[in-house]
């Protein structure tokens, strides 16, 4: 394992001041696609946003939408080939990742970017303890003594709600359950005291019960550390708490992006719409059951002419299925790709209706009426 | 795991007892008197022949060595169960037996002469085994699609369908053989036996062809069992874990892949050993290996029950060892696996 003292041509990044004008991170119109036998994959076609230190952004889709794979092409964990960067970058305080050499990356990786996966279960390596796990990160990136970074281990153990750190530290994963599990996952992503934390449906694989506290912690540790959160989830109701920005993908490209707000109570996107409807109410009954999104994601290697969700888009037009709809931009951001977005009758017609929507509506009843 | 070790060697008995009795009552079916095996064309004068029957338990003697007789002034015959409780007895005191031939030399000095030549040609071939079929298997798992992926492919699907004897035989003839002749005698490879009359390892060129036939088979599934296993393992979770840690591919490999990977190999390759230790039959009579493989093969064609016996009786022992080892391994390379106590169990 190469240590980070044999490095000498290495700055950390993380220390660095963000460049004036730059974000902490940028994805620019990243564009990243799969060749395979059965034709091209456009797993991430024009992803972009921005993100700063202590923010959360919520990245919401359908299963396949390409949440999961535009962070990866961040991390550079996709294998190329297949894959292959077809335009666009990301940069992390002003630098290019997607420019780095294999080498400058290893050090973004775990250090200045870590990542917590889905399913806790087989994200560990069975056969070291998790005190070696745990260990790894500190003593490849801080140059950590072995010592040391088994002292700081149990630390970051006991950070994370693990009782009894001294004895778990040497246990084995499939001695821990799926919960603990996703604490360690926590834990390990942050014993280098990244910037960025991606969380890959962190929750996803875990009871709900647990999934609030797990939420919880990274909030919790998102606090103590200032460092930023992407939350990749298809739950729009896990964001809803945590998010300052939501991006919501749609077959690789993202459909709407703004901020918590502007998605839960003025969203301009028939996509948004539809998952907003399919959140669970405890007012639902069976007079009034949960109202799905019609059909399937589209494949992404034949992605639909025009706008890619007007197959099943309920308020489709001869438009929708001719032509790709540009970016419809608010003044502060909020963005949504929809032909219909800067129609204020159309959004205004078809939007579901929210709290804010039914107080306002209520208030002008009553109104009215005195 | 000390209960478990202490499960495990009392499970032998059974299968101790049931080999020796399935071998021992094999040879009493095989028609043919022991006695006139030895003697062949020669003419045995009776207290000889007598004296050979007392020697081989098969009629009743006192405690001087004297035959008993019964009324009729007749030797009698030792019941076979007598004798088969007389042979396990002798087991347990490290007594195999006298060998019907070589002068009736007792079988665990010819076992204990042979067994150096078979356990070190098995380690060398052990060796060549993990270093050549490990190594092609990751080579071909890491460059997979690669014009060395193919190869190897290539190389062990013929590996697996060539029968030891026959490649063997044409190791023998090309290096012992066509290459003598196409040098002028100046480099050629030793076809027979091995070297002096120790099993030393002066003579390690006699080594060569044995090891690398009795190994070329399993070295090619070793190569295909560690390519799959390592291709699943690459494909984990836990690697891409790793990799977000900001390991380098080369260090995802040999610190988590690795280990992984190895868990079904070592297995195979210990129940290889295992059987190795066992003597290669085939192999060692191709090259004259003076191993116990060949030993039990000349054995068996003069009818030398005995031998044959207490050599597979050796075998048995030694295999249910190997595997004890191996089943002993697994719990240190996956410590998912703990043996005996059910607290560390789920």
Request: aromatic fraction near 8%; proline fraction near 6%; charged fraction near 20%.
């Amino acid at each position: 394992m190469r240590k980070k003292n044999q490095e000498d041509t290495w700055t950390e990044l993380k220390e660095q001041p963000v460049p004036e004008g730059h974000h902490l991170l940028e994805v620019q119109d990243l564009k990243m696609y799969f060749y395979t036998q059965d034709g091209v994959v456009k797993a991430v076609n024009g992803v972009s946003y921005n993100l700063d230190r202590g923010e959360t952004l919520g990245v919401v889709g359908e299963s396949g939408s390409g949440k999961s794979v535009t962070s990866l092409t961040i991390m550079g964990l996709v294998d190329m080939p297949p894959g292959k960067i077809m335009g666009g970058d990301v940069l992390y305080r002003g630098k290019s990742l997607l420019k780095m050499s294999e080498r400058d990356m290893q050090h973004v990786r775990g250090n200045d970017i870590a990542m917590i996966f889905q399913d806790p279960m087989t994200s560990l390596n069975p056969v070291y303890t998790i005190g070696r796990q745990l260990s790894e990160g500190m003593r490849l990136h801080l140059g950590y003594t072995k010592e040391q970074a088994w002292k700081r281990s149990i630390e970051l153990l006991d950070m994370v709600g693990i009782p009894n750190p001294e004895q778990r530290v040497k246990d084995y994963p499939h001695e821990f359950s799926g919960g603990m599990r996703q604490r360690v996952m926590i834990a390990m992503a942050l014993a280098c005291n990244p910037d960025i934390l991606i969380a890959d449906e962190p929750t996803t694989a875990l009871d709900v019960t647990i999934q609030a506290q797990i939420i919880e912690l990274m909030q919790e540790m998102q606090q103590k550390n200032g460092n930023a959160i992407i939350m990749i989830t298809h739950d729009l109701g896990v964001v809803a708490d945590v998010a300052d920005k939501i991006m919501v993908m749609y077959a690789g490209s993202p459909v709407e992006f703004g901020t918590a707000d502007e998605i839960f109570y003025g969203s301009l996107h028939p996509y948004t719409w539809g998952l907003t409807r399919s959140i669970p109410d405890p007012v639902f009954t069976e007079k009034h059951p949960l109202t799905p999104i019609e059909g399937n994601p589209p494949s992404l290697v034949n992605v639909p002419k025009g706008c890619p969700f007007s197959p099943r888009c309920p308020y489709a037009t001869a438009l929708c299925h001719e032509k790709y709809p540009d970016l419809y931009v608010t003044e502060t951001g909020h963005y949504s790709r929809c032909h219909y977005a800067g129609d204020p009758e159309f959004v205004k017609k078809n939007a579901p209706a929210n709290s804010r929507t039914k107080a306002a509506a209520k208030a002008a009843k009553e109104g009215g009426e005195a | 795991m000390g209960r478990y070790i202490v499960k495990r060697v009392l499970q032998f008995i059974p299968v101790f007892l049931g080999v020796t009795l399935i071998l021992f009552l094999m040879e009493n079916v095989v028609p043919g008197d022991p006695i006139k095996l030895i003697a062949g064309e020669k003419k045995l004068d009776p207290q000889t022949e007598i004296n050979l029957r007392i020697k081989y338990h098969l009629i009743e003697s006192d405690s001087n060595g004297k035959p008993i007789y019964d009324e009729n002034g007749n030797t009698i015959e030792t019941p076979m169960w007598e004798r088969y409780v007389d042979y396990v007895g002798g087991l347990l005191h490290g007594d195999l037996g006298y060998s019907y031939q070589q002068n009736g030399k007792p079988v665990a000095d010819i076992l204990a002469e042979k067994y150096p030549y078979t356990i070190k040609l098995a380690v060398v071939a052990i060796i060549l085994e993990a270093i050549i079929g490990i190594g092609a298997g990751m080579i071909s798992a890491i460059k997979r699609y690669s014009f060395w992926d193919i190869l190897v492919t290539l190389i062990t699907s013929i590996n697996v369908s060539i029968p030891a004897f026959w490649l063997g035989m044409l190791l023998q003839l090309f290096f012992g053989i066509v290459l003598k002749n196409a040098t002028g005698g100046a480099f050629y490879l030793p076809i027979s036996g091995a070297g002096g009359p120790t099993a030393e390892f002066d003579d390690w060129v006699y080594y060569i062809l044995p090891a690398v036939t009795l190994s070329a088979v399993s070295c090619a599934y070793v190569a295909r069992i560690m390519r799959s296993q390592l291709l699943e393992v690459l494909g984990q979770d836990y690697i891409r874990t790793a990799r977000a840690k900001g390991l380098s591919k080369h260090d995802v490999i040999v610190h988590h892949a690795l280990k992984n990977a190895l868990i079904p190999v070592v297995t195979y390759i210990g129940m290889d050993f295992g059987g190795m230790l066992a003597g290669a039959i085939l192999t060692e009579t191709v090259f004259n290996w003076p191993g116990v493989g060949y030993e039990t093969y000349r054995a068996i064609t003069k009818r030398d029950w005995p031998i044959v016996l207490g050599s597979v009786t050796v075998i048995v022992v030694v295999v249910m060892v190997i595997n004890l080892i191996v089943d002993i391994s697994y719990a240190y390379l996956d410590p998912r696996i703990r043996y005996g106590s059910p607290k560390e169990q789920g």
